[in-house]
DNA sequence: ACAGATAGCGGAACGGTGTTCCGGTTAGCC
DNA sequence: GGCTAACCGGAACACCGTTCCGCTATCTGT
């Protein structure tokens, strides 16, 4: 009531809190890469080059950390499936999109875990994933139908959980791959 | 050279130290069903009313506790098998053994995740998976393939591990389901 | 340009957990 | 009954997540 209609900036960050925002989402960028999601916060803090503090104020839950390291990371597997369906029949283009989001999963060990992981603290995540990957999927699901393919109705979000958690495993990509091809015939049994 | 050919008991353990073993399998296994196989060390060997030091003599890994724990529980898998391969036409058979893994994959929080969780530490458990669980379903899949059925050519082992990322999430088992039962019908394509 | 207000910083401190180590205890054997 | 070694318990140490607060650096108004 008090406030106008306050459509900007309610407020203006002091420009070094914006670097060590940075430097962290950076850091942490690295350090997940290296050791895992489950690496010591403060090994991530002394990367970045600040006190344990100051990544708390920014990240009070690991979560936090962990969604703007990997939300950029989702996008550039949206913009992948645009590129496939320009590039290749229907049908086509959907085994290759999600041979592509299972290598992106594969490499980022720990996304599917916090994805699934039931911890309503991940849900700005899993958010984005519905938001942005499953309708990409979806996308290329109905564009495959239209095309003539036989599809079984599945809940997009859902398959692509499920090929998430076969990426789970650390035993190679081969079989991963090999479970994944499965998955896509079982889609048009 | 100096000792014997050793075919028996090198030694004879003392009896409270087999007593110990077994209160603390047993407490183990409570623990890990209400917390999860990353429940505290300490509250493992509270249960079981001994030190924390006589746990780490019996179980030097927490890979170990956790294989003594689920071994048993996968005896009782395997003999499913048998009965249902007795009950049921072998197609049917192998549908409903992979739903009753699934189910009990799914109950076991942890199991799926240390099993293909790459640590070699957990060797034995998954190299019993491989002696116990993975010949049960192959037999299920062979006698299924004698009776006629177009079975596509996977390995039992891979595909059994595909089951139990895909029961990983705790998002409830009926997605697990769901996608499980889509593999299923990727193997009849 | 300067000073006051304050957003923001760093790291010490606390509680909880895994792991090690060793003095004391007890079962098994003579 | 007494000896010996296997065995036990828990104190001690290292590491990690998280909180808290005194100090610093930035912004803003003049």
Redesign the pocket.
């Known amino acids: 009531m008090s406030t106008p209609p306050d459509t900007r900036a309610p407020?203006?960050?002091?420009?070094?809190?914006r670097?060590?925002?940075d430097a962290l989402v950076e850091a942490a960028k690295a350090v997940f890469a290296e050791s895992g999601v489950?690496?010591?916060?403060?090994?991530i803090a002394e990367r970045a080059?600040?006190?344990?503090?100051?990544l708390?104020?920014?990240f009070?839950?690991?979560s936090d950390l962990i969604s703007a390291v990997f939300r950029r990371e989702m996008d550039a597997c949206v913009d992948a499936a645009d590129e496939l369906a320009a590039a290749h029949p229907p049908g086509e283009a959907l085994d290759l999109w999600v041979l592509r989001y299972t290598e992106f999963v594969a490499t980022k060990r720990g996304l599917s875990a916090a994805l699934h992981s039931g911890d309503p603290a991940y849900e700005p995540l899993a958010g984005y994933f519905s938001t942005r990957l499953a309708p990409a999927f979806s996308n290329l699901l109905e564009a495959a139908r239209a095309a003539g393919e036989r599809i079984a109705p599945v809940d997009p979000e859902e398959f692509l959980g499920a090929v998430a958690d076969l990426c789970h495993s650390r035993a190679g990509t081969d079989r991963a791959e090999r479970m994944v091809r499965l998955l896509l015939a079982g889609l048009r049994a």
Not at 11 to 17: G, K, P, Q
Not at 38 to 43: G, H
């Open positions: 407020r203006t960050r002091r420009a070094d809190a670097q060590n925002l489950d690496a010591p916060i403060r090994s080059g600040v006190g344990v503090g100051t708390y104020r920014h009070p839950q690991r």
